[in-house]
C-alpha cells in the first residue's frame, strides 16, 4: 500500500502565493511520476502538475503555466507545488496522486482564493 499525506492548503487573497507538499510512504516501487490535479465540487478533476520521477521534467495545465511550479524531492518521496499569482478560479481542492504500476491519491487539501 502507498499513502499520499498532502499539507499546505489554506485561503489568500487574490495574487496571492502557497506552497503544497505531499509525501509518499509504503510500498513505492517503480516510481514514474507525481503529480496534483484539482476539483471544485459539482465538477471533474482537471488536471495541474506532473513531474516525471527520473528526470524531474514538469508539465503543466496551460492555465497555471507560469504561475505554479511542481518540483520534487526524490530521497524524501515529496513533491511540491509552488503557486504563485493565485486568482480565486484557482480555488479547488488539490490532489496528489502517485503513478508506479498503479495510480494512488491523497485525501486532497483545500485552497480557498478571495478578497
Known amino acids: 500500500q502507498v499513502q499520499l499525506v498532502e499539507s499546505g492548503g489554506g485561503s489568500v487573497q487574490p495574487g496571492g502565493s502557497l506552497n503544497l507538499s505531499c509525501v509518499a510512504s509504503?510500498?513505492?516501487?517503480?516510481?514514474?511520476?507525481m503529480g496534483w490535479v484539482r476539483q471544485v465540487p459539482g465538477k471533474e478533476r482537471e488536471f495541474v502538475a506532473t513531474?516525471?520521477?527520473?528526470?524531474?521534467?514538469?508539465h503543466y495545465a496551460n492555465s497555471v503555466r507560469g504561475r505554479f511550479t511542481i518540483s520534487r524531492d526524490a530521497a524524501k518521496n515529496t513533491v511540491f507545488l509552488q503557486m504563485k499569482n493565485l486568482a480565486p478560479e484557482d480555488t479547488a481542492i488539490y490532489y496528489c496522486?502517485?503513478?508506479?504500476?498503479?495510480?494512488?491519491w491523497g485525501q486532497g487539501t483545500q485552497v480557498a482564493v478571495s478578497p
Open positions: 513531474i516525471s520521477w527520473g528526470r524531474g521534467n514538469g
Open positions: 496522486y502517485l503513478q508506479n504500476t498503479f495510480q494512488y
Open positions: 509504503g510500498d513505492i516501487n517503480n516510481l514514474y511520476s
